[in-house]
């Protein structure tokens, strides 16, 4: 039995070796700082600041998959979260939580990633199908050493997407399991009810056979995954590559599905090279479409920053660090750019967030922590991040949807408080397929001690309808920011996510502490201006 302290100690172990790179990363995030569009050189100022919307020029979409979720089985992120059983008192339709799944429904989630993680290389999918009563008891041995029942298995997880209404996301064990049983379980998901297994399981309760949108080939397996080397992993890729095949008809052409290959350990490339190098040379016989990356938010490892006990220092620190996604989007750019200029193969960071000490009274290996209007900001600025890399960055999950690291949700029993980073993600769901708009700005600064920040940042983007959005963060957590718009705009509609204090949170007692208000605009001396609170999200339509 793997206990408390001993799985601690494995963390440690496992993100140890990051800490130096991490550090060394945050110092060339700051060299890079200012080679962004919201960046200047310019001292503080509380004078207007003029932001010009190059309507007439459309950049890429703004894949709407950047929006997608993580739910791993890890501490009560499905147990409890999502799944309660069908005989409990919870309200739920078929053993899935009805609260959760009508909140999730608002932020019209793309895609969750299933079941891990860490986990899935651990995760044998027969363990999840079948009768309740068979289904076989196994210990959790990444996240706590707790039993995991297997209740919530395939077919519960795609229930819970079809309530959803989102896509799946499966990770393949890789490190622990074969190239058979993972073939064997997408023959499974998606046969035709004719095959064996498609048989299997349409006598289990589903006739048609699912769809499997993304297909991780492993997990960090540079770690977790397995501790593999680039070399070693880039040739069992191959094989899960080959050998594992959706049968649904309706994925072809267009719709097929996106296998996604493990990506960087922190700064160090070599998978990314390994990876992209064997793709460049591949032949008819396997193929990848995506490259994953991973990145948490956080004062290095382990994480020591509290998630409510905190000052302007942490605020600053924490959005200094999470800028290093741009940085670390750069790098792996440039190295996939090499092998692939038309930029065939999209970066998916599917792990990202804030991941904070694990909350007093909790087991470390569950990684409650608690949600703040800091973390909506750091939600932001990443989803920010994301749209101006929309060439390349075609998906993210962010980590993890429920009472798991920045979750959106936090249940207690039968009731539930969404966080400030659920609202974030309601906010930003216009830009969900929207084309990305450039924009001009000259921020000025936000700093704090050494840390400079572009005091401003700012989204723009087109939806389908021609609809004009902006979403505009106000990073100073002590002044107030002014925005004018150059141009003829008569109007701004939307809401605005900002709270007294940047460690507010909502709680099960208080779940409405912080939840966006309207917000409207208007010209002022001809031109629109917008005043935006500090450390504030707003999000309008202008017209
Ligand atoms: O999100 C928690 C863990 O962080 C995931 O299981 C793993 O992939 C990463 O190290």
Redesign the pocket.
Known sequence: MITKESHAEKLRI?RSSRVTRWLAAGLAAMAVAWATPTATAQPTSDAPIMLTIQSDKAGPIINRNIFGQ?A?H?GTGIYDGVWVGPGSKIPNVRGIRKDVVAALKALRVPNVRWP????ADEYHWRDGVGPQSKRVSRVNT?WGGVPESNAFGAHEFFDFLEQIDSEAFLSLNVGSGTVREAAEWMEYLTGDADSTLGRERAANGHKHPYKVAYLGLG??SW??GGGMSAAFYVDQMKLYSRFVHNFNPSQSGEAAMLRVAVGPEGDDMRYTEAVMEAWKNRNWAWGIEALSI?F?TNNGWPPSYHSTDFGEREYAELLNHTRHMDTMLRANEAVMDRYDPEKKVALIVD?WGVWLAPLPDTDPGF?AQQVSQRDAIVAAMNINIFARHADRVRGANI??MIN??QAMILTDGPRMALTPTYHVFRMYTPFQDAAFVPVAIDAGIYSYGDIKLPRVDVLAARDKQGGLWLALINIDPTRPATVRVAGNFQAADGEVLNAERVNAINTIAEPNAVRPRPYSAKPRDGLLELELPPAALTVVRIS
């Open positions: 496992r993580f791993e890890l891990g993680g860490c986990f990444n997990n960090e770690a977790c991973h948490y792990e990684l980590a993890q798991v690291l």
